[in-house]
């Protein structure tokens, strides 16, 4: 049996730069037709030469595999010519609240000062991507920062928000309530819970920011990726990170899953009847919240099974060395 996919994107995630951009990126470009690169390098990409430069390192390694990086930002206060200059060069700017991720030292510490700039992204047109968790508890840095989702929501009613990365029955809910605010969810937060990660021995391997919560969280994100919501957009958030940061104490935050992503997906939406959802899922909701047109790419699977490889370089991948039910064709 095969199952096939018309220019499946990845709106979140992370390539890198230099050695680990070389490994991951073509993981990527293979399967999917485009994806939205984020901006948290050292340093951040937050100016138009930063831009430029990271454009072409990523277009060289992903241009021949027929893929579009639709590039963003590290939120900062800017200037309107600055953001004049971007605007058709980049799909949004990212905003990390000030050390809330890996890279995230630079982001911003409070949103109302950041006012203009919001203001002029509204006008421009310039979408919003937002790392929304607060420094609170960890189970309810997400849940806390709704309250910043509302004020940004109701403030800037022309500006589009995608709350990245959800993982809670909160977020869910509250896509439903502002007509400018969608959302992106990746591969584990539909399938895990922080029982997963640390009920047992600690698995550093589903250790990621924001953390999976509860099982009530992933039930509601599972609904509404299989319903495909059509505010929600699957977004890897594809962190790579060498196995030695993984495996020690002081454990990096990042799930490596672009490679097995998609036969995942098929796997999962198989099993719960709603394969005819999921071109929707991982392609037709993005076009349709970005205006975008991502270049013509099938991607094909075939009912095989597949054990995931325990490496790829120096990065462990989701669900090493598993059997899954789905693998790409001729792969
Ligand atoms: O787990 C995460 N890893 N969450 C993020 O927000 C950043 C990412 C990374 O860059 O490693
Ligand atoms: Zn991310």
């Known amino acids: ?133 607060t420094h609170g508890f960890v189970m309810d840095r997400e849940s806390e920062f709704i309250s910043v989702y509302q004020w940004l929501a109701e403030n800037y009613p022309n500006l589009r928000i995608t709350m990245e990365h959800i993982t809670t029955k909160d977020a869910v809910e509250f896509l439903d309530r502002y007509e400018n605010v969608f959302a992106t969810v990746t591969l584990q937060h539909l399938l895990i819970t922080l029982n997963d990660v640390a009920g047992g021995l600690l698995q550093p391997h589903l250790f990621c920011k924001p953390i999976a919560k509860r099982p009530e969280d992933r039930e509601a994100l599972l609904e509404a990726a299989l319903e495909a919501h059509p505010k929600l957009m699957f977004g890897s958030d594809s962190a790579p990170h060498p196995v030695h940061k993984k495996e020690s104490a002081g454990c990096a935050a990042g799930v490596f899953t672009a490679p097995v992503a998609i036969p995942i997906l098929v796997e999962l939406f198989e099993k719960h009847n709603k394969l005819e959802n999921l071109q929707t899922f991982l392609s037709e909701n993005a076009r349709r919240i970005y205006k975008i047109l991502p270049p013509e790419k099938t991607t094909t699977l075939s009912k095989q099974e597949y054990t995931i490889p325990v490496r790829y370089g120096e990065v462990v991948p989701f669900r090493a060395g598993e059997t899954v039910s789905w693998w790409y064709k001729d792969e």
Do not use: W
């Open 1 to 133: 049996m095969e199952f096939s996919l018309n220019s499946p994107l990845d709106m979140h995630i992370h390539f890198r730069q230099d050695k680990m951009l070389e490994l991951v990126a073509p993981l990527t470009a293979k399967y999917f037709a485009g994806g939205v690169i984020m901006p948290n390098l050292v340093p951040p990409v937050d100016s138009i030469d930063k831009l430029d430069k990271y454009r072409s390192e990523v277009e060289q390694i992903t241009s021949p595999l027929n893929f579009e990086p639709y590039m963003t930002l590290f939120f900062r206060q800017y200037k309107e010519e600055e953001l004049l200059a971007a605007k058709d060069k980049i799909i949004g700017i990212k905003l990390y609240p000030a050390g809330v991720t890996t890279n995230s030292e630079s982001g911003i510490s409070d949103l109302k000062q950041a006012d203009s700039t919001f203001r002029m992204m509204q006008e421009l047109g310039i979408p919003l991507l937002v790392h929304g968790e």
